[in-house]
Structure formats: C-alpha cells, structure tokens
C-alpha cells in the first residue's frame, strides 16, 4: 500500500490562508465563550484571548468542530446537552536522532499488538510514535509521560542496533485523539472513523457538530459536513474542494521546484531550498522576492530561520510567538539553543505589537 506524510500544523495554516482567500475572516487566538440559538441566526460571544476583550457577532450557523473539546461545548458554551461523548485517547511522539541512512520508515510490531512507526523527520532526526492512553482533562495540557517514553524507547531497542536512552529524547509532543466513544474496552481499539450530529429545530438556526475524525479523511469529512451545512442554504454552490489546491501547492514534484529555486537564487543553500519546499512550496518565491544573497535574508535565528521567513510568518501566517515561529510553523526550534530563543523573542517584543496583529486580522477580513 502506499501513504502519505504531512506536517498537521502547516495543513492548518494552509487551509486557513485557503478559506481567508474566498473570503474567510480567520480570528486566531479567539474563543466562543457563548452562543445562543435564535430564530434564525445565533448570537455568539468571542474572546479575544490575547486582551480578553469580547465581542458579538450573528451566525446564520454554526459548525462546531472543535475537536477533543467538541462535547464539552455543548455545555460550556452552548447551554444545551451533549448529544454524545467524546473518548479522549493521548498519543505521543519523540524525536531522535536520525535512526537510519535511508529515507525509509519502519513500522515496528510490539508484542501488544500495537505498530509504531519510526520516520524520517527533518533533516536529521527520526519521529518514534506513537502511544494511546486513555486521557482526561484539558487536551491542551497533555504531554508525554514517562512510561509513555519508556514505552518507545524499548521498543526502537528491541528492533534496532543502536540503543537508545531518555537522554537521546530532542523532543517530544502529544496530542489529543477526540474519538467516537464506541465503549471499546483498549483505547487502541476505538473507531476512528467520524459522525455528524446536526441540531436544527424548526426554524432555528443550525448547529453541526463533529465527533471524531482523522487528518487523511479531512476533505471527505470536510465535503460531507458542507453537504449538510448546504441542506439549509440551498443556494450555496456545489462540492469543490476534493481537488483544491492549498496555498503554494502548485507545483509538479518536489525536484523539480528545488531545481528551479536552485536555478533562479543560486547563492541559497541547499538545506534552506529543500526546507522552503517542503514547508512553502512555491510561496518560497514571495519569501524570497528581491533578495540577492544570503545577507538579504536578514538576522539569522536557528537552523535555517532567518529574519525574512520570520518577518513572512508574522504577516502573513498569523506567527506572533517563538512558539509559533519554532514549533508550529518551522520546526526550526530542533535546532535553537536558549540564547537563540532569547534572540528570537526580543526581535517578536519589537516587531510584534497589539497593532500589527489588528493590521493582520483587519487584512483578513
Ligand atoms: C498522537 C496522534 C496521532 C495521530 N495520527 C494521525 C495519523 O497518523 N493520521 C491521521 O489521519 N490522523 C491522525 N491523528 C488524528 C488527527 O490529528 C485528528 O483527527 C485531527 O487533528 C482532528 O482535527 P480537528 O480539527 O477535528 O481537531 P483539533 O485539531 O483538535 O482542532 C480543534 C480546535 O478547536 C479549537 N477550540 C476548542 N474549543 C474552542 C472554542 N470554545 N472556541 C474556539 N475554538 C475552540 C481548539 O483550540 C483547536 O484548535 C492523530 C492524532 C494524535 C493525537
């Protein structure tokens, strides 16, 4: 069979640079603290959680997708109740360095039945995961235990020559599965397939929740939701997004981009072209545009972070943070040490105020 691999935190922003260019108003760092259902639009309260300010707006529907917290909604914020469960299953991962030569991944069977998958992962590492652990609490708090560390690192020893301990840990995150409770006894075994559950009493203004879901059925999940969505607005168009093209994803092959890059800036090194193509695809040429040598890129941060790329995020992916910029955004954090972090966040202190970042959600209106 054949798979793919995708950066989930790049597919985010991308899929909201999409939605913000047919004229989504994409309100980052903003939380539904309230929505009330009326006759024909709902009245919901956000929270601007950089200042705490709140403001009203109307819906003529709202999607709730809001992942692990998808049930907690219904009564935190929607006053009404749950019309089902989520079951919250913590999966892990820990990046190494590199395990193997080759471009490879493994997938590694555990006595428990389980696989974990160990692959290439940036230039120089290997990603281990992952692990299912029943979770409860605030997804948003969810990190990697010891055992959870433990658990990888013995199963990479018992596949692999080169052994590896808790120091050789670079990194690690978790996340949060938000999956259908089907009452499966192991946390492994729940479906992760995906349900709708729509709330439209006559005449009220509709509400679709999403109860599970993967990031490879995204679009199916996706069309499917809009379909339902369009049961209210018949003059909504059709589907269209099977075959839509995410920003800077116009390009054949990924040679082929980095030759032309290789071509057209001649001085940039090798590793910031295989990395802009990855992350940025052919945006790589807004980032770069009239720049004529490695000192027109700026302050250099980390790894291949330089000041143009930063200055890119911040105007135009919603960045504010090192965490952003390092972590979500670039993973260049895998190559910062803590003075290079200091760099980096007394550069934001300056650049990124309160207005730069109303400019930004003002242009995305
Ligand atoms: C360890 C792990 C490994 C995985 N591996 C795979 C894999 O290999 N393949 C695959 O296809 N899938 C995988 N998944 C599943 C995939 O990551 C999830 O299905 C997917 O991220 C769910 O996306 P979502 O948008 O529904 O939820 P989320 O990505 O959790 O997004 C929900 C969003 O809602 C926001 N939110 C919550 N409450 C509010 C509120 N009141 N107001 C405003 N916003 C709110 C949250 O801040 C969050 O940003 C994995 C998941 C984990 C945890």
């Not at 919250?88 to 190494?96: A, T």
């Not at 009239?290 to 890119?312: K, Q, W």
């Amino acid at each position: 069979y054949s798979d793919g691999c995708v950066d989930d935190a790049r597919l985010v922003v991308l899929t909201a640079k999409k939605a913000q260019q047919f004229g989504a108003k994409i309100c980052t760092r903003t939380k539904c603290v309230k929505a009330e259902q009326g006759t024909h639009e709902w009245k919901v309260t956000l929270r601007d959680m950089t200042d705490e300010t709140e403001r009203m707006v109307s819906a003529k529907a709202i999607v709730n997708a809001s992942g692990p917290w998808v049930s907690k909604l219904f009564g935190e914020t929607l006053s009404m109740p749950a019309p089902k469960m989520i079951r919250m299953v913590k999966g892990s991962h820990i990046v190494v360095p590199r395990l193997n030569k080759g471009t490879e991944a493994y997938i590694l069977q555990n006595e428990d039945e389980r696989i974990v998958f160990v692959i290439p992962y940036e230039d120089e590492f290997s990603l281990v995961g992952t692990t299912d652990v029943d979770y409860e609490g605030d997804p948003k708090k969810a990190k990697i235990s010891p055992e959870e560390t433990d658990y990888l690192l013995n199963i990479v020893n018992s596949h692999f020559k080169r052994q590896l301990d808790p120091s050789d840990v670079i990194w690690s995150y978790s996340g949060v599965r938000p999956l259908m409770d089907d009452e499966q006894e192991n946390a492994q075994k729940a479906s992760r397939d995906y349900s709708f559950e729509v709330n439209s009493e006559k005449g009220k203004a509709p509400l679709i929740s999403v109860f599970g879901g993967k990031i490879t059925t995204y679009r199916k999940l996706a069309e499917a939701a809009t379909d339902k969505l369009c049961q209210f607005f018949p003059e909504a168009g059709g589907r269209w997004t099977k075959t839509g093209i995410l920003p800077g994803g116009d390009f054949a092959n990924h040679e082929a981009l980095e030759e032309k890059l290789r071509r057209d800036f001649p001085w940039l090194s090798e590793k910031v072209i295989s990395r802009y193509v990855r992350t940025y695809g052919t945006t790589s040429y807004d980032i770069l545009r009239d720049c004529h040598s490695m000192d027109d890129l700026g302050i250099h941060f980390a790894g291949t972070l330089y000041e143009r790329e930063v200055e890119h995020l911040i105007n135009n992916e919603w960045a504010m943070t090192s965490e952003d910029i390092l972590w979500r955004r670039t993973k260049q954090g895998l190559y910062a040490s803590d003075s290079d972090i200091e760099a980096l966040e007394r550069y934001l202190m300056k650049t990124v105020t309160t207005e730069t970042r109303k400019t930004a959600l003002h242009h995305s209106a």
